[in-house]
T-cell receptor, first 114, second 115 residues
Framework: EAGVAQSPRYKIIEKRQSVAFWCNPISGHATLYWYQQILGQGPKLLIQFQNNGVVDDSQLPKDRFSAERLKGVDSTLKIQPAKLEDSAVYLCASSLFRLNTEAFFGQGTRLTVV | QQPVQSPQAVILREGEDAVINCSSSKALYSVHWYRQKHGEAPVFLMILLKGGEQKGHEKISASFNEKKQQSSLYLTASQLSYSGTYFC????????????????FGKGTKLTVNP
């Protein structure tokens, strides 16, 4: 079974630039999560999708972050414009159903904003 | 409300045991445990649900004390492969019926197992 795929693995941008991350969840997984993990911290949920609908985006900084999940499969997370404090690893995860099932994480995208 | 994990770090020799604690100030519906090795994605260990039983996974097991809003992860006869950072994620229980469907992770406990 293929895992959660994310790209790119690494990205370095200047502040005020824009960046996009892509995630392809495990086939058949209805729930998709985007997490932000700052060095030395636990993952922080940014947005949770159930199929192509948003379940929770209460911690997504909506003035600069946006996310979409087209057709309930792939998802993209965009930051525009980026700030220095956005430097982090962005993890995508998926699970078969909703929260109380195992979540599978992708390798993440390490973003450095300079 | 972010759960509090303790200790922040622990160093063991192979074969020793360890306990990692996770506590919340809010009523909990479920507790999730993950392990993350350096530079890798978090990997699922187990979920403990309110009213459920203690779970086990090889030599790693966990308990969930709903009244104390705490969970503990037990690592028995540790192996080198157990090294990594352990995160607990907690789901609050805003009603008597179910969970909030929102998982909040603690800051993690870094476990190092030496030969």
């Amino acid at each position: 079974e293929a895992g959660v795929a994310q790209s790119p693995r690494y990205k370095i941008i200047e502040k005020r630039q824009s960046v996009a991350f892509w995630c392809n969840p495990i086939s058949g997984h209805a729930t998709l999560y985007w997490y932000q993990q700052i060095l030395g911290q636990g993952p922080k949920l940014l947005i949770q999708f159930q199929n192509n609908g948003v379940v929770d985006d209460s911690q997504l900084p909506k003035d600069r972050f946006s996310a979409e999940r087209l057709k309930g499969v792939d998802s993209t997370l965009k930051i525009q414009p980026a700030k220095l404090e956005d430097s982090a690893v962005y993890l995508c995860a998926s699970s078969l159903f909703r929260l109380n099932t195992e979540a599978f994480f992708g390798q993440g995208t390490r973003l450095t904003v300079v | 409300q972010q759960p509090v994990q303790s200790p922040q770090a622990v160093i063991l020799r192979e074969g020793e045991d360890a306990v990692i604690n996770c506590s919340s100030s809010k009523a909990l519906y479920s507790v999730h445990w993950y392990r993350q090795k350096h530079g890798e994605a978090p990997v699922f260990l187990m979920i403990l649900l309110k009213g459920g039983e203690q779970k086990g996974h090889e030599k790693i097991s966990a308990s969930f004390n709903e009244k104390k809003q705490q969970s503990s992860l037990y690592l028995t006869a540790s192996q080198l492969s157990y090294s990594g950072t352990y995160f607990c994620g907690t789901e609050q229980s805003p009603t008597s019926q179910g969970g909030s469907e929102k998982l909040v992770f603690g800051k993690g406990t870094k476990l190092t197992v030496n030969p």
